[in-house]
């Protein structure tokens, strides 16, 4: 299906271009959207009747998006959410739920404008374009804690503290310290710790007794 190009559309085109997509997509994002026109006689028409008010309003809207830009630049937003050991979510952060702390932090986007292919599952720093204009574009990093300490320590260090990870340091002084105290075992023993009696089944030979002679 052809369809002309309102504004322009990433990977698709700019402003004017006729190009041919999915009819679904077409249905039910571009039309609907106001993104494009089906590509017919009529369509042309009125398109190039009102291509330099339509570029006018492109370019004021563009100079709007841009300030905001400017407001945003360096944005990061905390969502606090509940985690198992190795970090995964209960549960996944997803587009609306970014787009909703955004307009929380005085910006208004919607979901839609929040380009991700797949929820959040994970404990982290996760960075996020967010597309302000069809030509203006700012990543915004989203910081998934489980609780507002962490999501400031997690930004401070640049990476995600995992419950299971932020163990390790104890496991470890809890090894050392059964190494040690293993070690002081076995001076004890070398001291004059009493060994242990033989357990063998055989009885001992007698040194003093007479060894029979190999038969010739």
């Known amino acids: 299906m052809e369809v002309i190009l309102l504004e322009r559309i990433e990977k698709l085109g700019q402003m004017g271009d006729v190009v041919s997509v999915k009819p679904g997509f077409a249905r039910n994002f571009l039309l609907p959207q106001k993104k494009a ?31 905001v830009e400017e407001k945003m630049t360096g944005l990061a937003i905390s969502i606090i959410r509940s985690a ?14 970014i787009a909703n702390c955004i307009t929380e932090a005085g910006f208004s986007v919607s979901r839609n404008q929040v380009l991700m292919d797949r929820p959040i599952k994970m404990l982290g720093l996760h960075n996020y374009r967010v597309r302000l ?12 804690a489980q609780s507002d300490d962490e999501a400031a320590a997690q930004l401070e260090s640049g990476k995600a503290i995992i419950p299971s990870q932020s163990g390790d340091d104890d496991d470890d002084d809890n090894s050392q310290f ?7 075992d076995d001076d004890r023993d070398d001291r004059g710790a009493p060994e242990a009696p033989a357990t063998s ?13 190999p038969a010739a």
């Open 133 to 144: 204009h069809p030509e203006v574009e700012i990543t915004v990093t989203v910081n998934i």
């Open 84 to 97: 198992g050991d190795s970090g995964q979510l209960y549960g996944s952060v997803n587009s609306r739920d």
């Open 178 to 184: 059964v190494g040690t105290f293993g070690a002081e």
């Open 37 to 67: 026109l089906r590509a017919n006689d009529a369509s042309r028409s009125y398109f190039d009747e009102r291509k330099a008010q339509l570029e006018a309003n492109n370019l004021e809207k563009r100079a709007d998006a841009e300030k």
């Open 201 to 213: 089944a055989e009885p001992e030979a007698d040194a003093d007794a007479e060894q029979p002679e």
